[in-house]
């Protein structure tokens, strides 16, 4: 917990700032997330949920990588069509909205966290999932709910027609993505880790 404060605190004191590239560390996959840390921390502290910054910064870098209107891709969590959202602070908005709601359902239904990340990406569903499974995100269990979500609209959800894929033929959402959210976590602590001894 210290940890993710000491973190979110070096980020919100170092947002990437569009005026100054020469900030940017080009080796820096995060960068085009970080600047939009502050925002993320303050739509977070609406809610009481701020100490959440690194995660929801972590999931905006899996979902595209701080590029595009809507970084969160939060468009169909507010009952869009996917992309319909432009703007980066309204997707920002909607994505916090959508982290929160699902936060404190996978709360009340008392599963682990990891489960409440996989439900950002497979939607409010898999907490009830879950919930009935004994509460503890697994991928084989992302994979059979997938699975499940697959069989009610095949045609929908098929990857795209390419049996390639690696989510194939689990094509409902990612059933790895609360593993790589967890990734991405890691992955931005050592980033800034790095930022902090090259100052």
């Given at each position: 917990?210290?940890?993710?404060?000491?973190?979110?605190?070096?980020?919100?004191?170092?947002?990437?700032?569009d005026n100054i590239p020469t900030s940017i560390n080009p080796l820096d996959?995060?960068?085009?997330?970080?600047?939009?840390?502050p925002?993320?921390?303050?739509?977070?502290?609406?809610y009481g949920l701020e100490e959440h910054t690194s995660?929801?910064?972590?999931?905006?870098?899996?979902?595209s990588r701080g590029r595009g209107g809507d970084p969160m891709q939060a468009s169909e969590s507010a009952g869009m069509d996917p992309n319909s959202i432009t703007d980066p602070n309204e997707s920002i908005k909607y994505g916090v909205k959508h982290f929160r709601r699902i936060n404190e359902y996978g709360k009340e239904k008392n599963v682990?966290?990891?489960?409440?990340?996989?439900?950002?990406?497979?939607?409010?569903g898999y907490i009830d999932y879950i919930a009935k499974k004994g509460g503890k995100h697994?991928?084989?269990?992302?994979k059979q709910f997938?699975?499940?979500?697959v069989e009610k609209d095949p045609a929908l959800y098929d990857c795209g027609g390419d049996k390639d894929n690696f989510r194939y033929p689990y094509c409902y959402g990612d059933y790895t993505?609360?593993?790589?959210v967890a990734k991405n976590i890691e992955e931005l602590a050592d980033s800034i880790s790095a930022q902090v001894d090259s100052e």
């Open positions: 917990m210290i940890f993710a404060f000491l973190v979110m605190k070096q980020i919100i004191q170092n947002p990437v700032n996959s995060f960068a085009n997330v970080k600047r939009y840390s925002t993320i921390h303050d739509e977070l502290a609406r995660t929801l910064i972590a999931l905006m870098q899996q979902e682990d966290f990891a489960t409440i990340i996989q439900a950002y990406n497979m939607g409010i697994t991928e084989e269990l992302a997938s699975k499940i979500q993505y609360s593993e790589k």
